[in-house]
C-alpha cells in the first residue's frame, strides 16, 4: 500500500460520513411525512459521498478538499444538530442540518470531477431502506392500533354480559324489594295499631302521675318560698342599715378628702416652686464658674503665661476695663440668679406650709364644735383665696452691697498684682 492511499483511507472523512448517517439512521416509534422527506433527503447526501469516495482514485484526490469537506460536515450547525435530532427526534434540528448541508455540495461536484466513474449512480438502496423502515413503522403501529382495538371490543363484549346479568340482578332484586315492602306495610299497619293503644294508655298514666308531683312540688315550694322570703326580707334590712351608715361615713370622709384635693394643688405648686430654683441656683452656679475662669485667664494672660496674649503698656488699661466690665455682668448674672433661686425657694416652703395645714385641719377641728368649725374653716378661706398672699412678698435686692464690694475689692487685688510691663 503507497503512502496515498493509506493517506486517503485514514482521512476522517470517512468516519465523519458513517457517524452522520447513523444519527439520521436511527428508528423511532413514529416518523412524520415530513420528517420522513428530510431524513431521506439528507441520507441522499451522504451516501452520494460515501460511493463517490469509493469511486476516487487515492492518488488524484485532493487532501485539502477533503478536509474541507471534513470540517464541513463537522461544523455545529450540521453535526450539533443532526446529534440533537437523535436524541430527541425533533424534526426542527433536521431541517436545519439539510439546510447547511446544501453549502457543501460544492465539495461534491468538485469530486464527481476526478471520479473514475463519470456516470452517477442514485443511491436507491438507501431510500429504499428508509422506505421500508417507514412502512415498518406503519405496519408496527397498525398492528398494535389493531391489537388495542381488539381489546375494547373483548372488553366492551365483557362489559355487555355482565349488563345483562347486573339487569336481571336487578330485575331479581325489585320483585324481591316488592314483596318485603308489602309484607313490611303489613306489619307496620298491625304494629302502628298496637302502638297507639299501648301510647294512649302510658300517656294517660304519665298524665296522672305528673300531676301528683306537680302538686306536690307547688307545696314543697310554696313553703321554701315563704322561707327565702323572709330570709329575704331580713338581709335587705342589714344591707340598707349598712348602706346608710357607710353613707354617714362617706359623708365624713369627702370633707377630708376635699381638703386633701386642695392640699395637693398645693403640693403640685412647691413642686413646680423647686423646680424653678434649682434651675436658677444652677444658673448661678454657671455663672460663679464662668467668673471664676475668666479671672483666672485674665490674670495669667497678663501674667504673660500664653504668648498670645502679650501686650504693651498702652494697651493694658484698655483691657482691663474691658475685663472689669465683663466681670460684673457676670457677678450681676450670677446675683441675680442666686435672688430667683431664693424667691422660688421661699414660695415652695410656703406652699408646702400651706397644704399640711390643710391636711391637718380637718382632724384638729373634728372634735370641736360646729360653730367653731364654722369660724376656724371661714379663717382658713380667706388664706385659702389669697388674701394674705401680697402682705408677705418683700421687695430684695438683687445684689447683697456688702457682699458685691467684698467681690469688687477681691477683683481691684487680683489687677494691682498683674505686671504692667510688655
Request: aromatic share 8%; charged share 30%; with cysteine.
Amino acid at each position: 500500500m503507497n503512502r496515498w492511499q493509506q493517506k486517503f483511507d485514514e482521512h476522517p472523512i470517512h468516519e465523519t460520513l458513517k457517524q452522520l448517517e447513523s444519527y439520521v439512521s436511527k428508528q423511532f416509534d413514529d416518523i412524520k411525512e415530513d420528517e420522513t422527506q428530510e431524513r431521506r433527503r439528507f441520507l441522499k447526501i451522504i451516501s452520494t459521498y460515501q460511493e463517490l469516495l469509493s469511486e476516487l482514485d487515492p492518488e488524484l484526490v485532493p487532501i485539502n478538499q477533503l478536509d474541507t469537506l471534513n470540517a464541513g460536515l463537522r461544523h455545529q450547525n450540521i453535526w450539533n444538530q443532526v446529534a440533537s435530532y437523535s436524541g430527541n427526534q425533533n424534526s426542527g434540528h433536521l431541517v436545519h442540518a439539510n439546510d447547511h448541508l446544501s453549502n457543501q455540495l460544492t465539495q461534491l461536484s468538485l469530486l464527481l470531477a476526478i471520479a473514475k466513474k463519470t456516470k452517477f449512480i442514485k443511491p436507491l438502496k438507501k431510500v429504499e431502506t428508509l422506505v421500508d423502515d417507514f412502512s415498518q413503522t406503519i405496519s408496527s403501529q397498525k398492528t398494535k392500533l389493531q391489537l388495542e382495538l381488539k381489546e375494547l371490543t373483548d372488553s366492551l363484549n365483557t362489559n355487555k354480559q355482565e349488563l345483562v346479568k347486573l339487569e336481571q340482578l336487578i330485575e331479581t332484586r325489585k320483585n324481591e324489594a316488592d314483596r318485603l315492602m308489602s309484607q313490611w306495610q303489613s306489619q307496620f299497619s298491625e304494629s302502628q295499631e298496637r302502638r297507639n293503644t299501648e301510647y294512649a294508655n302510658w300517656s294517660k298514666k304519665l298524665d296522672e302521675q305528673a300531676q301528683e308531683e306537680l302538686e306536690l312540688i307547688l307545696k314543697k315550694s310554696d313553703s321554701e318560698l315563704a322561707s327565702h322570703q323572709k330570709l329575704f326580707e331580713e338581709k335587705i334590712k342589714e344591707i340598707i342599715d349598712d348602706g346608710n351608715e357607710k353613707h354617714q361615713a362617706i359623708l365624713e370622709l369627702y370633707e377630708l378628702t376635699a381638703g386633701d384635693s386642695v392640699g395637693a394643688g398645693y403640693i403640685k405648686n412647691a413642686d413646680n416652686e423647686m423646680k424653678q430654683a434649682n434651675i436658677w441656683r444652677r444658673i448661678s452656679i454657671g455663672f460663679i464658674s464662668l467668673t471664676v475662669v475668666w479671672l483666672g485667664f485674665v490674670y495669667f494672660c497678663n501674667a504673660g503665661a500664653f504668648e498670645f496674649c502679650k501686650i504693651g503698656v498702652e494697651d493694658f488699661w484698655a483691657k482691663i476695663i474691658t475685663a472689669f466690665s465683663l466681670t460684673g455682668v457676670m457677678l450681676y448674672g450670677a446675683a441675680y440668679s442666686s435672688q430667683q433661686s431664693t424667691k422660688h425657694r421661699n414660695n415652695e416652703k410656703r406652699a408646702r406650709w400651706f397644704a399640711l395645714e390643710i391636711k391637718a385641719f380637718d382632724p384638729f377641728i373634728s372634735s370641736l364644735q360646729e360653730e367653731q368649725r364654722h369660724e376656724l374653716k371661714k379663717q382658713l378661706s380667706e388664706r385659702l383665696f389669697g388674701q394674705n398672699e401680697h402682705n408677705n412678698v418683700k421687695d430684695s435686692k438683687i445684689i447683697d452691697e456688702h457682699a458685691y464690694k467684698t467681690v469688687i475689692d477681691g477683683i481691684v487685688n487680683v489687677i494691682s498684682k498683674i505686671p504692667k510691663g510688655g
